[in-house]
C-alpha cells in the first residue's frame, strides 16, 4: 500500500468515527521521541493539518502514549482538564478519546478524537470499542507501507 493510499483510507476513517462519536477532530499521530507528529487528520475548522509536529508533552495523547491504553474525558470540570493538559489553555478541548497504535508491544502514536464542546454524555463502551477497533487497523496496515 502507497502512503497516500493509507493517508486517504485513514483520513476516511477518522471523518467516519468522528461522525459517529459527535466529535470535531480526528487525528492519527506518530510518537517519536518527545515528538507528535499528525499524519491524519480530519477537522471541521481545520485549525490542523498532517504533517504538523508538536511537543508531546503538550498533546493530549501524552497519558495514552505513557500507559499505552485508551483514554477518555467527557464530563470533567475544566479544572481538572487543567491539571491534566498542559494543552488546555490554549486548546479547550472539552471530550477526548484516544487509543494507541501499539506494533510489536511498542506504541507507534495514538488515534484520537476530540471536541471544543461538551458532551451530553460519556463516552460508551461501544464508542471506546469503535476507536480500540480502528487503532488496532491501522496497526495492520503501517507495516504494509511503501512509498
Not at 493539518?49 to 470540570?77: H, P, W
Not at 464542546?117 to 487503532?135: I, K, M, N, Y
Amino acid at each position: 500500500m502507497r502512503v497516500t493510499q493509507f493517508k486517504d483510507r485513514v483520513t476516511n476513517s477518522l471523518r467516519h468515527v468522528n461522525d459517529e462519536l459527535g466529535t470535531t477532530l480526528g487525528v492519527l499521530a506518530r510518537i517519536d521521541g518527545k515528538s507528535y507528529e499528525l499524519i491524519a487528520v480530519d477537522s471541521n475548522s481545520g485549525a490542523f493539518v498532517a504533517g504538523e509536529k508538536f511537543a508531546l508533552d503538550d498533546c493530549y495523547c501524552r497519558e495514552v502514549c505513557e500507559t499505552g491504553r485508551l483514554l477518555t474525558r467527557s464530563d470533567s470540570a475544566p479544572e481538572e482538564h487543567e491539571s491534566h493538559h498542559p494543552l488546555y489553555r490554549s486548546l479547550p478541548l472539552e471530550c477526548y478519546i484516544g487509543a494507541p497504535i501499539q506494533i510489536d508491544g511498542e506504541v507507534w502514536g495514538c488515534v484520537n478524537f476530540s471536541s471544543m464542546a461538551q458532551r451530553g454524555e460519556p463516552f460508551s463502551e461501544s464508542d471506546e470499542a469503535l476507536v480500540e477497533t480502528l487503532a488496532r487497523q491501522i496497526a495492520t496496515l503501517l507495516p504494509r507501507l511503501s512509498d
